[in-house]
Protein backbone atom coordinates (compact mmCIF):
# COMPACT_ATOMS: atom_id res chain seq x y z
CA UNK A 1 0.00 0.00 0.00
CA UNK A 2 1.44 3.56 -1.45
CA UNK A 3 2.37 5.56 2.00
CA UNK A 4 2.26 9.54 1.02
CA UNK A 5 3.38 12.23 3.25
CA UNK A 6 2.82 15.90 1.97
CA UNK A 7 4.85 18.84 3.21
CA UNK A 8 5.67 22.45 2.36
CA UNK A 9 2.48 23.91 2.75
CA UNK A 10 1.98 27.69 4.92
CA UNK A 11 0.58 30.90 4.81
CA UNK A 12 2.25 33.53 2.10
CA UNK A 13 0.69 36.48 0.47
CA UNK A 14 -1.03 36.91 -2.45
CA UNK A 15 2.00 36.72 -5.58
CA UNK A 16 4.27 34.81 -3.30
CA UNK A 17 4.73 31.31 -4.07
CA UNK A 18 5.29 27.72 -2.07
CA UNK A 19 6.72 24.29 -2.58
CA UNK A 20 5.00 21.31 -1.86
CA UNK A 21 6.26 18.20 -1.61
CA UNK A 22 5.46 14.37 -1.38
CA UNK A 23 7.27 11.70 -0.23
CA UNK A 24 6.10 8.22 -1.41
CA UNK A 25 6.88 4.33 0.54
CA UNK A 26 5.47 1.41 0.44
CA UNK A 27 4.64 1.22 -3.34
CA UNK A 28 4.19 -2.19 -4.65
CA UNK A 29 5.54 -1.03 -8.26
CA UNK A 30 8.64 0.95 -8.99
CA UNK A 31 7.70 4.41 -8.43
CA UNK A 32 7.89 5.76 -12.00
CA UNK A 33 5.02 3.55 -13.01
CA UNK A 34 2.62 5.32 -10.99
CA UNK A 35 0.11 8.22 -12.05
CA UNK A 36 0.97 10.93 -9.62
CA UNK A 37 -0.92 13.77 -9.40
CA UNK A 38 -1.80 16.79 -6.66
CA UNK A 39 -5.45 17.79 -5.71
CA UNK A 40 -7.11 20.65 -3.49
CA UNK A 41 -9.91 20.82 -1.25
CA UNK A 42 -11.54 23.82 0.35
CA UNK A 43 -11.93 22.11 4.06
CA UNK A 44 -15.37 24.11 4.44
CA UNK A 45 -16.36 22.43 1.04
CA UNK A 46 -15.08 19.02 2.05
CA UNK A 47 -17.35 18.99 5.43
CA UNK A 48 -20.34 19.56 2.65
CA UNK A 49 -19.27 16.66 0.64
CA UNK A 50 -18.14 18.90 -2.47
CA UNK A 51 -15.53 16.58 -4.52
CA UNK A 52 -11.84 18.00 -4.38
CA UNK A 53 -10.59 19.44 -7.74
CA UNK A 54 -7.39 18.16 -9.63
CA UNK A 55 -4.47 20.61 -9.75
CA UNK A 56 -1.72 18.86 -11.85
CA UNK A 57 -0.82 15.31 -12.90
CA UNK A 58 2.23 13.48 -14.30
CA UNK A 59 1.88 10.39 -15.68
CA UNK A 60 4.15 7.47 -15.91
CA UNK A 61 5.92 8.61 -19.32
CA UNK A 62 6.16 11.95 -17.54
CA UNK A 63 4.05 13.77 -19.54
CA UNK A 64 2.20 16.15 -17.23
CA UNK A 65 -1.57 18.21 -17.41
CA UNK A 66 -2.73 21.38 -15.08
CA UNK A 67 -6.31 22.29 -14.55
CA UNK A 68 -7.20 25.71 -15.94
CA UNK A 69 -6.50 27.87 -13.06
CA UNK A 70 -2.71 26.25 -12.21
CA UNK A 71 -1.44 26.17 -15.61
CA UNK A 72 1.43 29.01 -16.27
CA UNK A 73 1.45 28.99 -12.23
CA UNK A 74 2.42 25.49 -11.16
CA UNK A 75 4.37 23.38 -11.95
CA UNK A 76 4.34 19.44 -11.26
CA UNK A 77 7.29 17.32 -11.07
CA UNK A 78 8.93 14.28 -9.86
CA UNK A 79 12.39 12.45 -8.52
CA UNK A 80 12.17 8.99 -9.32
CA UNK A 81 15.72 8.57 -7.49
CA UNK A 82 14.04 10.00 -4.39
CA UNK A 83 10.33 8.90 -4.80
CA UNK A 84 9.20 12.51 -4.51
CA UNK A 85 6.76 14.16 -6.11
CA UNK A 86 6.71 18.16 -6.25
CA UNK A 87 4.36 20.94 -6.64
CA UNK A 88 5.89 24.62 -7.24
CA UNK A 89 3.49 26.77 -6.99
CA UNK A 90 3.49 30.45 -8.19
CA UNK A 91 1.99 33.61 -8.06
CA UNK A 92 -0.28 32.40 -5.80
CA UNK A 93 -3.94 33.76 -5.04
CA UNK A 94 -6.14 33.72 -2.09
CA UNK A 95 -8.56 31.21 -4.17
CA UNK A 96 -5.57 29.07 -3.86
CA UNK A 97 -6.06 28.64 -0.92
CA UNK A 98 -6.90 24.80 0.25
CA UNK A 99 -6.04 21.39 1.54
CA UNK A 100 -3.93 20.00 -0.84
CA UNK A 101 -3.19 16.32 -0.90
CA UNK A 102 -0.67 13.82 -2.79
CA UNK A 103 -2.20 11.15 -5.12
CA UNK A 104 -0.92 7.92 -6.40
CA UNK A 105 -2.80 5.41 -9.04
CA UNK A 106 -1.77 2.67 -11.01
CA UNK A 107 -3.47 4.12 -13.88
CA UNK A 108 -4.33 7.59 -14.52
CA UNK A 109 -7.98 6.97 -15.78
CA UNK A 110 -8.27 6.26 -11.70
CA UNK A 111 -5.89 8.85 -10.01
CA UNK A 112 -9.03 10.04 -8.50
CA UNK A 113 -9.52 6.81 -6.61
CA UNK A 114 -5.82 6.02 -5.37
CA UNK A 115 -3.73 6.64 -2.46
CA UNK A 116 -4.09 9.88 -0.94
CA UNK A 117 -1.68 11.68 1.61
CA UNK A 118 -2.78 13.32 4.55
CA UNK A 119 -2.83 16.91 3.16
CA UNK A 120 -1.08 19.96 3.54
CA UNK A 121 -2.59 22.97 4.16
CA UNK A 122 -1.82 26.28 2.13
CA UNK A 123 -3.31 30.00 3.05
CA UNK A 124 -2.95 32.53 0.86
CA UNK A 125 -3.61 36.08 2.04
CA UNK A 126 -4.59 39.42 -0.22
Known amino acids: QVVLVESGGGSVKAGGSLRLSCAAS??????????LGWFRQDPEKQREGVRG????????????SYAQSATGRFTISRDVTKNTLTLQMDSLQPEDSAMYYC?????????????WGQGTRVIVSS
Open 103 to 115: VAAPHCQVLALGA
Open 26 to 35: GYEWTFSKYC
Open 53 to 64: EEVARIDPDGRT
